[in-house]
């Protein structure tokens, strides 16, 4: 991570004790416009927000939030193959937030189309699109976009900064730059001369870069495309890494939060006493809809505001979660949000022979959980806020930390360390805004605040409970119709209304991705979004909407294959393969690996289950096994198809860790409300496969589909119907609500 000390501030002002003689480079035509936050010191020289080199090797500044992800080592990897410096050169700082690190990629989501098959205008227009993300510096960590956003913008920065670093070295030899070579970090002469990238910076930074550089094939990579050691995991395994719950500051106080369990509602009254005469407790602070503790230590401030006696109002929502899920299921009745397919003719008149399949689906509420739980340490002068924790939207942090505190956003520094886990929580900005209030209080004195698992949980930015509504005709054992209903309240609209103060216009994508947008050439497809309006807190969770659209689709697909009597992975390919190669692909891939036509061992079952999104099909097939009346994972098989794999083992990674989290969520995960309150407090009572649990995983990465596919979410969405449908195979139970373990019992 940064030192912080030398590298400061919102301009990021780099020294000469920190750059000693350096220079900074990057993408100079493209990011011209844009203010640099890479301000020079003395001896310190910059040219734009990408590079620095010094004479201690090569700096990339990141600008996405390394949460386990790997970012941290694809990110790097992707400006050193064109650098054309050693690995062992490089090291990796995230970087402040500023406009010039926008993430254009988020737009590739924005079109109410699919993903697979876009027309040249549809393109376009997403291209048109990342001007909004530029002009109010979007610098989010989300959407599996990082690789797909930094793959040309970053390979382009180490290209220019290489045929600059040239030029410079020409002017010095007095050759012409073309009869030079780099290598590991130098210029490379006739007749053996080699002068140091360090050596060159100063005067490499007096040339204007070339408007234009060739990037280098991928014939020619040494990085890309193999596996690279992860610069993050020395510091994770030695226990160095700092993520925001371990900064520590000179005079630092320690403190703790407990908000109105009634998400919404206000807080009565409290009285203090019985903490403050606790020893080591300094203050209770009113937070307004609850309490702050500082105290000398993280342990006596979550002592003492358990101690604290609260009078809590109630929420503006249902008091239970049976109320609400019938709120829910009422909204496939209203009218429609969004029909943003609607293909042949849904409501034809069937014939005789034809057969009707109908089911209703629900899934649950769902917390983030992440290992982390929110933290956030600050330090309020007056006139300045300093604040570190790990978040995936730090400008929005900045932005809202300011308005809390009556600060100008410039005033305000957001300083991302390591994440211990996102999934979109911490694209959230509550906790970054306690921390900035509670310092307020605390001015002059940096203040580390760390919520309890508890209110952690009680506290989250839910996956929302959903239903859905499916119909579907099949006629001579192939798929006539699917019609599609679901229903649940918006994650975009919420999320964009606390971020942005306003609702993005038009359908709700978000809110039917993973249903309507799926490659099927089903000759008669339409899927319509319901919106429930509930007052429960909800934001983006691994996946979003594909987490639970994935489930209604694939468990609706997999009925229907029943009903129509076919095998249920032959009954998708035929289905894929009309409409989008690299899908049909993927399915393809897991029945070869999982020896899906081969005779299945007596007392196993397989499922299998497909999803298009981020750009990436997914196929997972599992297996399950009954073990003393009870079901075990035995094995499972996952294909997906990321057009260009960057890092394979970072790919396999987190491909594996999405079908992980997404199991966990099918198997036993829920978020109750009983009274107004969440049930749930920690991992006792909201568990996560556990390591006996876990299958064995095998997992193959194909490079068709000509494009880069996002991978930290996509192994999610089938993990669910896969296990759903292995369950049903080997048992003939049709699991049709979350969690699994309301129905039967897993081993463990």
């Not at 890479?38 to 390394?66: C, F, K, S, Y």
């Not at 205008?121 to 002009?135: D, G, R």
């Not at 007096?206 to 510091?235: F, N």
């Not at 996102?422 to 805004?433: I, K, L, N, Q, Y």
Request: charged share 20%; glycine share 10%; hydrophobic share 45%.
């Amino acid at each position: 991570m940064a030192n912080w000390g030398k590298i400061a501030r919102r301009t990021f002002l780099i020294g000469a004790t920190a750059v000693a003689g350096g220079v900074a480079f990057g993408v100079w035509q493209y990011r011209r416009d844009l203010p640099n936050p890479l301000e020079p010191g003395e001896g310190a020289v910059t040219l734009n927000p990408w590079i620095i080199i010094d004479q201690n090797g090569v700096t990339l500044i990141a600008a996405r939030a390394e949460m386990g992800q790997g970012v941290y080592t694809t990110l790097p990897a992707l400006v050193a193959e064109e650098l054309d410096v050693a690995w062992d050169q490089i090291r990796v700082i995230h970087g402040p937030a500023a406009q010039a690190y926008y993430n254009a990629g988020l737009m590739s989501h924005a079109l109410p189309s699919t993903d697979y098959d876009r027309t040249a205008w549809q393109e376009m227009m997403v291209e048109a699109m990342s001007i909004l993300p530029k002009m109010i510096g979007l610098q989010v960590t989300g959407g599996s976009t990082s690789t797909l956003d930094a793959y040309d913008k970053l390979r382009q920065a180490g290209a220019t900064a290489r045929e600059v670093l040239k030029q410079a070295a020409a002017q010095r030899l007095g050759v012409a730059a073309g009869t030079l070579d780099t290598r590991d970090g130098r210029v490379i002469a006739p007749g053996g001369v080699e002068l140091s990238y360090q050596d060159l910076a100063q005067e490499a930074a007096l040339i204007t870069p070339p408007r234009s550089v060739e990037l280098r094939p991928a014939s020619q990579w040494k990085y890309l495309g193999r596996a690279m050691p992860r610069l993050d995991m020395v510091e994770k395994v030695t226990g160095t890494a700092q993520f925001g719950i371990d900064v520590r500051l000179p005079g630092m106080k320690f403190a703790t939060v407990r908000m109105n369990p009634h998400l919404g509602g206000a807080m009565t009254a409290f009285d203090p006493s019985a903490a403050l005469a606790m020893p080591g407790v300094e203050r209770v602070i009113d937070l307004g809809t609850g309490i702050a503790v500082v105290a000398t230590n993280t342990w006596i401030a979550m002592r003492a505001a358990e101690a604290v006696t609260i009078e809590w109002a109630p929420a503006p929502y249902p008091d239970n979660g049976q109320e609400m899920l019938a709120v829910i299921r009422a909204a496939l009745d209203a009218p429609a949000d969004s029909t943003l397919r609607d293909d042949g003719d849904v409501d034809a008149a069937i014939n005789a022979t034809d057969t009707e399949v109908t089911a209703e689906y629900t899934v649950p509420w769902l917390a983030h959980a992440t290992m982390e739980p929110m933290s956030a340490a600050a330090h309020f002068t007056g006139d300045s806020l300093e604040i570190w924790t790990g978040s995936q939207a730090p400008g929005f942090a900045e932005a809202k930390a300011a308005e809390a505190v009556g600060l100008d956003p410039e005033q305000v520094t957001c300083h991302v360390t390591y994440l211990g886990g996102g999934f979109g929580r911490r694209g959230e900005t509550d906790f970054v805004v306690l921390a900035a209030r509670i310092a307020q209080a605390m001015s002059g004195t940096p203040v580390q605040v760390t919520w309890s698992r508890e209110e952690d949980m009680r506290h989250d930015f839910y996956r929302p409970a959903a239903a859905a509504r499916m119909r579907g005709v099949v006629r001579g054992g192939k798929a006539l119709t699917l019609d599609g209903r679901v229903a649940a309240p918006s994650v975009t609209r919420q999320s964009m209304a606390r971020m942005t103060g306003s609702t993005p216009p038009g359908p709700d994508k978000g809110h039917v991705e993973g249903m309507f947008n799926q490659p099927y050439a089903i000759p008669n497809y339409r899927v319509s979004g319901h919106l429930a309006d509930l007052a429960v807190p909800i934001g983006f969770w691994r996946s979003v909407g594909n987490s639970f659209n994935g489930f209604f689709m694939e468990s609706f697909v997999d009925e229907m294959a029943i009903a129509a009597g076919r095998d249920p992975l032959a009954f998708r390919l035929e289905l894929a393969a009309a409409k989008h190669g690299p899908s049909a692909a993927v399915l393809r891939a897991v029945a070869e690996m999982s020896g899906w036509d081969q005779p299945r061992t007596p007392g196993t079952g397989m499922g299998v289950a497909m999803t298009h999104s981020f750009h990436t099909p997914t196929a997972v097939v599992i297996e399950v096994a009954e073990q003393d009346g009870a079901i075990a994972l035995t094995r499972a098989w996952m294909a997906c198809d990321v057009g260009t794999a960057l890092d394979p083992s970072i790919i396999e990674a987190q491909m594996v860790g999405g079908l992980v989290y997404g199991l966990s969520a099918a198997m036993m995960e829920e978020i109750s409300f009983a009274g107004g309150v969440v049930e749930q407090g920690n991992f006792t009572d909201y568990d996560a496969l556990r390591q006996h649990q876990m299958p064995e995983v095998a997992v193959k990465i194909l490079e068709t589909s000509g494009h880069i596919g996002g991978v930290g979410e996509p192994g999610t969405p089938p993990a669910a119907p896969a296990l759903a449908n292995a369950i049903f195979d080997l048992t003939g139970q049709r699991i049709r609500d979350l969690p699994i373990n309301k129905h039967l019992r897993f081993v463990g």
